[in-house]
């Protein structure tokens, strides 16, 4: 869920629909990677981001990706954020806004993040499902109806973790997709490069 670059810039569309491109290697940087690929019947892109973090735990980056208070300190573009509804420590309906680039106008968004583990506890997977309709609608911002995606969290080794985040989104009103593609590499980048650096901090 820090998303937050989009989850915490770039906010994406939910797609049912088949994918038409394989992904694409867009950036290599420090250990992070960025892919990207089209999605058929829609003009904006869907990213992966993958990122290997030592001396960590799975329960500790967790904690991270769900501490949504913090996320205007710790992930790009995020203006604020606050849970709505707690249904579980790793469970919860969250509002962030997103600071889009001018002349775009900022966005604001609801997700469910719903957490599951495997029975051994070394994999994990955050499930970040839209839910617009929670509460009403600010005049501030554009709301983003459909987005989806997942934070994906595997212990390789003890003391290693490898996080995969993914998300495609529509970015809702009148914002071109070449806009919207421009910040889907950078975005989950400076993502993934705060939360390794955070998940590493002590």
Not at 2 to 13: C, G
Request: net charge positive; glycine share 6%.
């Amino acid at each position: 869920m820090l998303f937050i670059r989009l989850l915490l810039a770039v906010i994406f569309i939910n797609a049912n629909a088949s994918v038409s491109t394989d992904w694409k290697l867009r950036r290599e940087e420090s250990g992070v990677k960025i892919f990207t690929r089209n999605i058929q019947g829609s003009p904006f892109e869907e990213f992966k981001g993958t990122v290997t973090i030592s001396k960590t735990t799975l329960t500790g980056v967790l904690d991270i990706i769900m501490d949504v208070k913090n996320y205007p300190n710790n992930f790009p573009n995020c203006g604020s954020a606050k849970v709505l509804e707690q249904k579980g420590k790793y469970n919860d309906i969250h509002y962030i806004t997103i600071k889009a680039p001018w002349p775009v106008n900022d966005r604001d968004a609801i997700y469910e993040a719903n957490t599951t583990f495997s029975q051994d506890g070394k994999h994990a997977r955050v499930k970040l499902s839209p839910r617009g309709d929670y509460a009403q609608e600010n005049k501030n911002y554009i709301r983003v109806h459909n987005g989806s995606g997942f934070w994906q969290l595997d212990e390789v080794s003890p003391g290693t973790v490898q996080v995969v985040y993914q998300f495609h989104a529509d970015p809702a009103g009148e914002i071109p997709a070449w806009i919207a593609n421009s910040v889907i590499v950078i975005n989950p980048l400076k993502t993934l490069e705060s939360l390794r650096n955070l998940a590493t901090r002590n």
